[in-house]
């Protein structure tokens, strides 16, 4: 019994978390934005190695660092929340996060699209 144990125990704290949405994405949409690993962490304040681990799914990043990411890769912060797990999934993709998920697009295209689509948002609320 107690071998089982030691195993089973050995077993658990081997296994390391696997959490590979949100790793994949980050990776996706830096070498979406032509960024090295090594540009990300200079922008973001956050080390070369820590960066790797979670793009393969080893770390789980905090909130912090998610937002630091997401100001990098000109995303929206709630998409990596919602990637992490630390939001829900929103029904569909909304406009801005389709704008910005688009790799057919420039920065300044998505910047551009998304304060088009703003400002009309914007104005719809204010006539309502």
Do not use: C, W
Not at 21 to 40: A, H, P, T
Request: glycine fraction near 4%; charged fraction near 25%; proline fraction near 4%.
């Amino acid at each position: 019994m107690l071998a089982i144990a030691s195993i089973l125990l050995y077993h658990a704290n081997m296994k390391k978390p696997h959490l590979p949405d949100v790793g994949m994405f980050i990776k996706e949409q830096r070498e979406r934005s032509s960024l090295s690993i090594r540009k990300l962490a200079e922008l973001t304040g956050v080390s070369n190695p820590y960066l790797s681990q979670i793009e393969r799914g080893i770390r789980r990043p905090s909130a912090e660092i998610l937002r630091s990411i997401a100001s990098a890769l000109s995303i929206r912060t709630e998409t990596l929340y919602e990637k992490a797990g630390l939001l829900d999934e929103q029904e569909g993709l909304d406009v801005i996060g389709a704008i910005n998920s688009d790799p057919r697009l420039s920065q300044n295209h998505k910047q551009a699209l998304t304060e088009i689509y703003s400002s009309f948002v914007s104005n719809d609320q204010e006539e309502s």
